[in-house]
């Protein structure tokens, strides 16, 4: 596999306020900048007629880093939230990691 894209893993700090336990995203931290290979998996309009939003996925492989379900990656400088835990596989030759990542736009 060839690395050509770069995928930057941020996390949020855990807070507890008045609504209760949730990740404050006013200031994440970089995790980490790893290379990593950037596929489409799907695009989708809102079903809302008083919206024009849509929602893109993508499939995000990289050797195995540090990245939780709780995380956002930016690749080429749009936001997507990580979707459920990435997966770990090891081939012959070396392991990967699937991140499914998604963004809303309006």
């Known amino acids: 596999m060839q690395f050509n894209d770069v995928v ?9 306020d008045a609504f209760g336990s949730h990740r404050s995203w006013d200031s994440p ?4 900048s790893v290379p990593a290979i950037v596929l489409p998996s799907s695009s989708t309009e809102a079903n809302d007629p008083d919206r024009e939003a849509y929602e893109v996925t993508v499939n995000v492989y990289v050797r195995p880093a540090d990245v939780k ?4 990656v930016r690749i080429s400088g749009a936001w997507y939230e990580v979707q459920g835990p990435p997966i770990t596989w090891r081939g012959r030759t070396a392991s990967y990691m699937r991140i499914t990542a998604r963004r809303i736009d309006a």
């Open 8 to 16: 930057d893993v941020f996390r949020a700090e855990l807070v507890t």
């Open 29 to 32: 931290r970089r995790i980490a």
């Open 69 to 72: 379900h709780t995380d956002r």
